[in-house]
C-alpha cells in the first residue's frame, strides 16, 4: 500500500511558477513509476507529466512540454512538478500517482491505469 500526498497549490498569476510536491509512504517508492495528472471544472482527468521509478525517463503532455519538470528524489520519497509559465488554462486539481510494474513504453505512463492516486492540490492560475 503507497500513499501519496500532494502540496504546494495555490493562486498565481499567469506567467507564474509553481512547484507541487507528492510525498509518498513507504519503503517500495523507488519500484513505483510516479505520474502527474490534472482535472479540471466540467473535464476529464488528463495526463501531464510521468518519471520512471529509477528516474531515468520522463514523459510530458504535448500541452506542457518546455513549460513543466517532473523530478524525484528517491530518498526523500517525493516527486516533484516544477511548473513555470502558468496559463490560466492550467488551472486544476493536480494529482500524484503511482504505478508499479511498468516498462519504458510511453504507453505504460501516460495512460490513466495506475496503481494508487493521492487527494489532489488546487492550482488556480488568475489572468
Known amino acids: 500500500q503507497v500513499q501519496l500526498v500532494e502540496s504546494g497549490g495555490g493562486l498565481v498569476q499567469a506567467g507564474g511558477s509553481l512547484r507541487l510536491s507528492c510525498a509518498a509512504s513507504?519503503?517500495?517508492?523507488?519500484?513505483?513509476?510516479m505520474g502527474w495528472f490534472r482535472q479540471a471544472p466540467g473535464k476529464e482527468r488528463e495526463f501531464v507529466a510521468a518519471?520512471?521509478?529509477?528516474?531515468?525517463?520522463?514523459y510530458y503532455a504535448d500541452f506542457v512540454k518546455g513549460r513543466f519538470t517532473v523530478s524525484r528524489d528517491n530518498n526523500k520519497n517525493t516527486v516533484y512538478l516544477q511548473m513555470n509559465s502558468l496559463k490560466p488554462e492550467d488551472t486544476a486539481i493536480y494529482i500524484c500517482?503511482?504505478?508499479?510494474?511498468?516498462?519504458?513504453?510511453?504507453?505504460?505512463?501516460?495512460?490513466?491505469?495506475?496503481?494508487?492516486w493521492g487527494q489532489g492540490t488546487q492550482v488556480t492560475v488568475s489572468s
Open positions: 500517482a503511482a504505478k508499479g510494474r511498468t516498462s519504458y513504453s510511453v504507453s505504460d505512463y501516460i495512460t490513466d491505469d495506475y496503481d494508487f
Open positions: 513507504g519503503r517500495t517508492f523507488s519500484t513505483y513509476a
Open positions: 518519471i520512471t521509478w529509477n528516474g531515468v525517463t520522463t
